[in-house]
């Protein structure tokens, strides 16, 4: 969202200059139109027509222009782990205005099992991406001085019936007894390296990226796609359509965290969509995770702050903020959501 203020403001320029500059310049058409329709019809419907471009791919790959997203795309994440468990190695960078800036890079230790995690005990690191959620401290000397812990399983991993927990990002043991060159599913590094990463960062807004292999890295045309079909999907759901909301759903795939599969899926959106409401939908700090994972999909996680208003008759009916996970991948370069929270 910062890239289209940006791109607006741009657009608009004209507004901060002095109108003897400006009347030597000409108006491009769409400025005209955007400026006759606020003159016309009031700032609600110019905010309407500002928010159409976002449901382009277009005008997302003009925002996206010399951004380094190989990575993903980053509104809310500032600090991102990626892990190849094939090396095995820890790196971090900070996420910048224009990409990513490297901070370490280490060699790490993980599990000795190979491929996804699906079962607790079964000794393998997790593939896919996944937010810490807390800095553990006061732990037993083989975890080294501190850990930060993941939330796996996520959504995705409960939908496919994965079980496990206490996937952490800790050190070495205390007591330097480096013989076991595995861990029970955790990443490990040096103990250092683990205090200066804990000095860099928040673990509140950093994430880590977990493969298997060399990470397939993410274009801008694909970032554009996401984007541009986040918000058709949103104002498909705002506007009641629901077979075009629905559309944006893997008919085959779809399971939610709790089994719910497409058709009961379908049916329970349709009770939904038959209460007629008004509905509110905003967007905001969205991250987009390139996602591992055992289908071989080009897999993403969209990750992002959803403010929900619904109304009937004029009154407020239900609301909501808080963050919301969409786990999609690209078929034939649309947008198709496999998991939700």
Not at 42 to 54: D, M, N, P, T
Not at 181 to 207: F, H, P, Q, R
Not at 264 to 272: C, G, L, Q, S, T
Request: aromatic share 14%; with cysteine.
């Amino acid at each position: 969202m910062k890239f289209f203020i940006a791109t607006l403001f741009f657009g608009l320029s004209f507004l901060s200059t002095t109108y003897a500059d400006e009347a030597r310049k000409p108006l491009n058409q769409e400025t005209f139109n955007l400026i006759n329709l606020y003159q016309t019809q009031g700032i609600a419907s110019v905010q309407k027509e500002l928010e159409r471009y976002l449901l382009t791919p277009e005008y997302w790959l003009r925002a996206l222009e010399g951004k380094d997203v190989r990575y993903g795309y980053y509104e809310n994440t500032k600090y991102l782990f990626v892990s190849d468990k094939a090396v095995p190695d820890l790196k971090l960078f900070k996420i910048t205005q224009n990409g990513f800036e490297s901070l370490g890079n280490s060699s790490a230790l993980v599990a000795k099992g190979k491929g996804h995690k699906k079962l607790e005990g079964d000794l393998t690191t997790p593939i896919g991406a996944y937010d810490l959620n807390a800095r553990l401290s006061g732990l037993p000397p083989y975890y080294g001085p501190l850990a930060f812990a993941t939330n796996y399983p996520n959504t995705y991993d409960k939908s496919l019936k994965k079980t496990g927990s206490g996937i952490w990002i800790h050190g070495l043991p205390l007591d330097g007894n480096r013989e076991e060159l595995n861990t029970k599913g955790c990443i490990a590094i040096d103990n250092e390296i683990l205090k200066n990463y804990d000095k860099m960062i928040n673990y509140k807004d950093s994430a880590v990226i977990i493969s298997e292999g060399a990470l397939q890295e993410v274009s801008i045309q694909e970032i554009a796609k996401l984007l541009s079909g986040l918000f058709s999907w949103k104002e498909a759901w705002k506007n009641g359509d629901l077979q075009s909301y629905l559309n944006f759903y893997d008919k085959q795939d779809f399971i939610r965290e709790n089994g719910m599969r497409y058709t009961a899926f379908a049916e329970y959106k349709a009770r939904v969509f038959a209460k007629n409401e008004q509905k509110q939908i905003n967007l905001s700090a969205i991250d987009i995770f390139p996602f591992p994972n055992e289908q071989n999909k080009t897999m993403f996680r969209l990750s992002f702050q959803q403010d929900y208003k619904a109304f009937f008759n004029g009154k407020l009916n239900f609301s909501s903020n808080h963050r919301k996970d969409l786990y999609v991948w690209l078929e034939n370069g649309e947008m198709k959501i496999l998991s939700e929270k």
